[in-house]
């Protein structure tokens, strides 16, 4: 049974990186239909997709914080890792990794990790 | 960016009714539009896939329709596990978008 389980600090410090991991068990992240991806959601809020990587290390980014964003893969822990700079307020959230399909037709979210609150505050 | 609007945003029901949320795009999705349901402090769970193909294991009761921009979950008969949060989601162009939720109440 696949699982997806995030972790990394519970807190930052504002204008500091966000740094996450997702651990993926019960199946390989070099999967060739499936891409793996981070979605947070602000406490009360809706949920926003930040982005995709690929088992090449092929990316998709949100253009809404690309340019503080980077997703990387490890194949060899079968893990895959967020970055998130220059924090604010704003990115308080739970933090979910989760798994799509490589098609158009499979681009759906059907496997999600439990989700990691992180808050940003001095 | 493609805008999904979801209404109502909060639903009132009673267990045994019938509930419809409607979910539009602000652009053509065609089918690649999802739904998911979420209960407090647990991550998202995809109910229907492509519009109106149910997932595995998802009961019945749950059905999906539309294409374009209008889109519908009804649950033909609330129970009490089904009072949650929903969100409809396009996978039709990145960014990947979400409605904003609709919250189902107990009455």
């Known amino acids: 049974q696949l699982q997806l389980q995030e972790s990394g600090p519970g807190l930052v410090k504002p204008s500091e990186t966000l740094s996450l991991t997702c651990t993926v068990s019960g199946g390989s992240i070099s999967s060739s239909i499936h891409y793996w991806a981070w979605i947070r959601q602000p406490p009360g809020k809706g949920l926003e997709w930040i982005g995709s990587?690929?088992?090449?290390?092929?990316?998709y980014y949100n253009p809404s914080l690309e340019s503080r964003v980077t997703i990387s893969v490890d194949t060899s822990k079968n893990q895959f890792s967020l970055k998130l700079s220059s924090v604010t307020a704003a990115d308080t959230a739970v933090y979910y990794c989760?798994?799509?399909?490589?098609?158009?037709?499979?681009?759906?979210?059907?496997?999600w990790g439990q989700g990691t609150l992180v808050t940003v505050s001095s | 960016d493609i805008q999904l609007t979801q209404s109502p945003s909060t639903l009132s029901a009673s267990v045994g009714d019938r509930v419809t949320i409607t979910c539009r795009a602000s652009?053509?999705?065609?089918?690649?539009l999802a739904w998911y349901q979420q209960k407090p402090g647990k991550a998202p769970n995809v109910l229907i896939s492509k519009a109106s193909s149910l997932e595995s294991g998802v009961p019945s009761r749950f059905s999906g329709s539309g294409s374009g921009t209008e889109f519908t979950l009804t649950i033909s008969s609330l129970q009490p596990d089904d009072f949650a949060t929903y969100y409809c989601q396009q996978y039709r162009t990145y960014p990947c978008t979400f409605g904003q939720g609709t919250k189902l109440e107990i009455k």
């Open positions: 990587i690929y088992n090449s290390g092929s990316t």
């Open positions: 652009q053509s999705v065609t089918s690649w």
């Open positions: 989760a798994r799509h399909g490589y098609t158009s037709a499979t681009s759906y979210f059907g496997f």
